[in-house]
C-alpha cells in the first residue's frame, strides 16, 4: 500500500505542478515559511533563541530552486520577521546587540542563497528545455522522408536553441567541387555558400567561431557584405563523415558580438552530428537505388531473358517450388504476359508443366543449395514456345539468377548438320548400289560374248546390254558432275531460242522406255509454237528427269500429264501424275541434295537423290523456279517449272541436238594412246571395224615415239598416262611441223569445264569424256 503510495506521488511530478501557476509557487512558499515558523516555535523551549534560522535557510533553497527567486524572499522575510518578533516583540531593530548582528548575516546568508539557488534552477531549466528540443527534433526527423526537409528542421532548430536568427547549412555534393545551400533560415533565395566561417570551417575541417566580424582578421574581406546583412558574429561547424569525409557546414548568424557558450558547442555538435547522418544516410540510399536503376537497366535492355527466382520450402526446409521475384522484359516477351504479372506468383502456378522437367528443377535446387553455378541445355516449357535455351543459374543472396540464351538457330543447325551426315551416308550407300546395278548385266553380257557357242543373236544382245548400262552409268556420273558444277558455280548454259515441242520431244524420248515398262499413260498438253529462251540439252534434262519421276513413283497403268502454257510472260510447264504423292512435310525437302523421301525409296528402285536438285540449279540458272505440289500421300504429284520467256513466238525451232551421221573421210591412221590396256584395244577394235588403222600405245614416251615413226591423222590420248601426259604429248606433237594437222581428240575421266578448257590451250580439237560414246568418236573422225 505504502509503496503503490510512493510510486504514485512522486516528487518529480509535484515540482513541475507547483512551478505551473503563481499562486502555486507562493502558496508552496507560504506552506514551507509555515513549516520553518512550527519547527523554531517547537524546538525554541529547548534551544531558547540561540539558533534563529535553522529552519528558513534549507526553506529559503528549496523555495528558491522549485518555486523561484520571489517566492524564496517570501520565505526569507518571515523567517527574518520571524526571528525579530522573538528578540523584541514589535522592533526590528535592535541597537547594537549580538542579535542584531545575527539577523543582518541571517539576512546576507538568505540572499546568497536566493542567489545561487535562482542560477542554478535557470540552469537545469534550460537544459530541460534544450533536451525536449533535441528530443523533438529527434521524433520529427523520423517521420520527415526527404533529406532537403529534414536539414532544413535541423537548422531551424539549432538556429532557434542559440536564440539568433539566421542559419545556413550547406553541403558538398557527392560530384562537385562547390558548396551548396541547403538550408537556410532568413537568407534570401540568392544566398552564396562559402564565404566568410563556412568557407574556412570547409576549408580547415574544424569549427570556426568569429566573435566579432568587425574585429576578427578571418573576415576582414567580407566585412561589407556582413554589415549589409546585420551579421556581427558566427559560429560554423564541420559536418564530417563516419569516414572522416567532409559533408558540409553547419553555420549559425548573430547580429551582436557573441562568446559561445560550452552549451552552444555542444548543440552545434550534436545538430551536426544529426545532419551528417542524415546526409550520409540518403547518399547511401541514392546510391543504393542508383545501382538498383543501373542493374534492372542493364538487365530490362538485355536481349537475353533473365529471372530472378526466390526458393519456396516447406515445413522441413526442403525446396518444393520456387516464386519469381523479378523477370526482365525480354523474358516477359518469352512467356507472354506482363512483368509484374508473374513476380511473386509461384513458377507451378503459371507453368504447371515447368517442374515436369525434373532434372531442371533439380539443378536450380542443387545451385542454390550448393552455392554454384549450374548451366543446361532445354526446350521452353512456355506453352507455344518451343525454343532452345542455354539455361545459367547462379546463387544470388539466397534467391537464384536465372539467364536464357536463345540457342534454337544452334540446335536447328546441329540437327541439320546431322541430317545432311545422314543423307550423305545414305546417297553414298545409294551411289555404291547404282554403280554396282549395271556391273552384273555387263559381267554377264561379257562372259556370253566370250562363249564361243554363243550365237550372233546373243552376241548382239549383249553387246546392246552392255551399251545401255554404260549409257545409265554414265548418265549417272553426267548428273554428278553437274550437280558439282551447279554447287560450284561453275555450269554454262548454251542459251538459244528453241521449240518448247523439241524439248519436250527429246525429254519423253530418254523417259520413254520406263513409261513404257511401266504400262503408264501419257497425256501431253503442249500448244505448238510457244518458244524458249534457255539450254535445250538442259532443260530437256529437266523435263525428263520430272517424267522419270512420274514414271518411277506411280504405280504400275498410272497417269502422267503434261502440260504447258504461257502466263504474263512465265513459260510453266507441268507434270502430272496420279502416284504414291507426297507427304506435305516432305515436300520442301524434295529438292535437297541426296533428298529422298523413305517412303518413296520402297515404291520404286530410287536413284541418287540429285535429280530435282539439279533440276532447281538448272531452272534457277535460268532465272524461273521449279515447285512441288501434292494434296498428301498416295494422292499423286505435280512439278511445275515456271521460266521467264522472252523468246519471240515465232521463232523457227532451233534443231534439237542429235549426233548426225556425216559422210567424210573414212579411213584415218588413227594413234591411239591409253595406259589402260583394256580401254585401249576394245576401242581400237571398234575403230578398225570402223575401218581404220589404229596403232597403240600403252604411256606417253611411247606414244610420241609412234608418232614419230608413223604418219598419223589422228592422235587419240588419254589424259592420265605414266612417263608423260596426254597434254605433253600433245604439246609435243603440236610443236612438230608435221603435227600441225594432226586431229588431236583428248579422252578423259575428267570432263570439267576447267579440264576441257586446259585440253584446248595443250592443241587439242576435241574433248571426249569416258566412257566414250562410240558414235560420237565415229562422227568426229568422219568430218572431213
Ligand atoms: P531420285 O533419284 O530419288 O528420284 P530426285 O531428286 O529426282 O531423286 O527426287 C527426290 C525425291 O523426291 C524422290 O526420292 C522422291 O521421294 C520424291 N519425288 C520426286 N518426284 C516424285 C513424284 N512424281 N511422286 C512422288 N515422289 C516424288
Same mark, same amino acid.
Given at each position: 500500500m505504502i509503496s503503490r503510495i510512493s510510486k504514485e506521488f512522486r516528487l518529480a511530478r509535484l515540482w513541475p505542478w507547483i512551478e505551473r501557476t503563481a499562486i502555486r509557487r507562493f502558496g508552496f512558499a507560504a506552506t514551507l515559511s509555515a513549516m520553518a515558523v512550527a519547527l523554531h516555535w517547537l524546538i525554541y523551549p529547548i534551544t531558547q533563541s540561540r539558533v534563529t534560522f535553522i529552519f528558513f535557510i534549507p526553506a529559503t533553497v528549496l523555495a528558491t530552486t522549485i518555486a523561484g527567486r520571489w517566492p524564496g524572499v517570501v520565505v526569507a522575510v518571515v523567517g527574518l520577521i520571524n526571528s525579530a518578533a522573538m528578540k523584541a516583540p514589535g522592533m526590528l531593530m535592535v541597537p547594537n546587540s549580538a542579535e542584531q548582528v545575527a539577523l543582518i548575516s541571517s539576512a546576507l546568508v538568505s540572499l546568497l542563497v536566493i542567489l545561487v539557488g535562482d542560477y542554478y534552477r535557470s540552469i537545469s531549466r534550460r537544459e530541460l528545455s534544450d533536451l525536449h528540443d533535441l528530443h523533438e527534433l529527434s521524433a520529427t526527423l523520423a517521420s520527415i522522408p526527404k533529406l532537403p526537409d529534414q536539414l532544413h528542421l535541423i537548422l531551424a532548430t539549432f538556429v532557434r536553441m542559440h536564440g539568433a536568427s539566421r542559419g545556413l547549412l550547406c553541403t558538398y555534393p557527392a560530384r562537385g567541387d562547390v558548396l551548396v545551400v541547403a538550408a537556410s533560415v532568413d537568407f534570401g533565395p540568392d544566398v552564396k555558400p562559402g564565404a566568410s566561417a563556412a568557407g574556412l570551417a570547409f576549408v580547415d575541417r574544424t569549427r570556426v567561431v568569429i566573435p566579432d566580424t568587425e574585429t576578427d582578421t578571418r573576415t576582414a574581406t567580407h566585412r561589407e557584405r556582413l554589415r549589409a546583412l546585420d551579421i556581427r558574429s558566427v559560429h560554423s561547424t564541420p559536418l564530417i563523415s563516419r569516414d572522416g569525409e567532409i559533408l558540409g557546414v553547419l553555420s549559425v548568424y548573430f547580429e551582436a558580438p557573441r562568446r559561445l557558450s560550452e552549451r552552444e558547442v555542444r548543440i552545434a555538435d550534436i545538430c551536426a552530428r544529426k545532419a551528417a547522418v542524415f546526409i550520409e544516410r540518403a547518399r547511401a540510399e541514392d546510391l543504393v537505388s542508383q545501382r538498383d536503376r543501373r542493374f534492372q537497366s542493364v538487365l530490362e535492355s538485355s536481349g537475353v531473358p533473365f529471372v530472378v527466382f526466390a526458393p519456396v520450402r516447406d515445413a522441413t526446409a526442403q525446396i518444393t517450388d520456387f516464386r519469381f521475384v523479378f523477370l526482365n522484359t525480354a523474358a516477359a516477351e518469352v512467356m507472354r504476359v506482363r512483368s509484374d504479372e508473374y513476380v511473386g506468383r509461384k513458377v507451378r502456378d503459371v507453368l504447371p508443366r515447368a517442374w515436369d522437367d525434373r532434372a531442371r528443377f533439380d539443378m536450380y535446387v542443387e545451385a542454390i543449395e550448393r552455392n554454384e553455378v549450374r548451366q543446361v541445355e532445354r526446350q521452353s516449357v512456355v506453352d507455344a514456345n518451343t525454343n532452345w535455351y542455354h539455361i545459367v543459374a547462379s546463387p544470388l543472396d539466397g534467391d537464384l539468377a536465372v539467364w536464357f540464351a536463345d540457342v534454337t538457330a544452334r540446335k536447328i543447325q546441329e540437327r541439320e548438320l546431322v541430317e545432311a551426315d545422314r543423307r550423305k551416308d545414305e546417297f553414298l550407300a545409294t551411289l555404291a548400289h547404282e554403280l554396282r546395278n549395271p556391273l552384273a548385266p555387263i559381267r554377264q553380257a561379257a562372259t556370253i560374248l566370250r562363249n564361243e557357242n554363243a550365237g550372233d543373236a546373243q552376241k548382239r544382245w549383249s553387246s546392246n546390254v552392255i551399251e545401255r548400262q554404260v549409257q545409265h552409268m554414265s548418265v549417272l556420273l553426267d548428273d554428278l558432275l553437274d550437280v558439282s558444277r551447279i554447287t560450284h558455280g561453275t555450269l554454262q548454259l548454251r542459251k538459244q531460242h528453241s521449240d518448247l515441242q523439241s524439248i519436250l520431244g527429246a525429254a519423253v524420248e530418254t523417259a520413254r522406255p520406263l513409261i513404257d515398262e511401266r504400262h503408264h499413260h501419257l497425256a501431253l498438253d503442249v500448244p505448238d509454237g510457244l518458244q524458249v529462251n534457255g539450254d535445250p540439252l538442259r532443260l530437256a534434262q529437266v523435263l525428263s528427269n520430272m517424267l522419270t519421276n512420274a514414271a518411277k513413283y506411280t504405280a504400275p497403268n498410272g497417269s502422267i500429264r503434261v502440260k504447258a502454257w504461257q502466263h504474263d510472260g512465265t513459260l510453266s510447264i507441268s507434270v502430272e501424275d496420279n502416284g504414291i504423292g507426297i507427304a506435305p512435310e516432305e515436300l520442301p525437302k524434295v &529438292?535437297?541434295? &541426296?533428298?529422298?523421301?523413305r517412303s518413296a525409296q520402297e515404291h520404286a528402285a530410287g536413284g541418287l537423290g540429285i535429280g530435282l536438285a539439279l533440276a532447281k540449279g538448272i531452272v534457277e540458272l535460268h532465272g524461273g523456279r521449279i515447285e512441288a505440289a501434292s494434296a498428301g500421300a498416295g494422292k499423286g504429284s505435280r512439278f511445275t517449272v515456271h521460266l521467264p520467256n522472252n523468246a519471240p513466238g515465232t521463232t523457227a525451232a532451233a534443231a534439237p541436238a542429235a549426233i548426225r551421221a556425216g559422210n567424210g573421210q573414212s579411213h584415218r591412221r588413227i594413234l591411239l594412246a591409253d595406259d589402260n590396256r583394256d580401254a585401249a584395244e576394245t576401242l581400237a577394235i571398234l575403230l578398225r571395224l570402223e575401218g581404220h588403222e589404229v596403232e597403240l600405245a600403252h604411256d606417253g614416251k611411247e606414244a610420241l615415239r609412234s608418232f614419230e615413226a608413223g604418219r598419223h591423222d589422228v592422235a587419240l590420248l588419254d589424259i592420265g598416262m605414266p612417263n608423260a601426259s596426254g597434254y605433253e604429248v600433245a604439246r609435243q606433237i603440236r610443236a612438230r611441223p608435221e603435227g600441225k594437222h594432226v586431229l588431236l581428240i583428248a579422252i578423259t575421266g575428267w570432263a570439267q569445264d576447267g579440264d576441257k578448257l586446259e585440253s584446248r590451250e595443250a592443241g587439242f580439237d576435241h574433248h571426249l569424256a569416258k566412257p566414250i560414246e562410240p558414235d560420237a568418236l565415229i562422227h568426229l573422225l568422219e568430218r572431213p
Open positions: &529438292f535437297g541434295m &541426296f533428298a529422298q523421301v
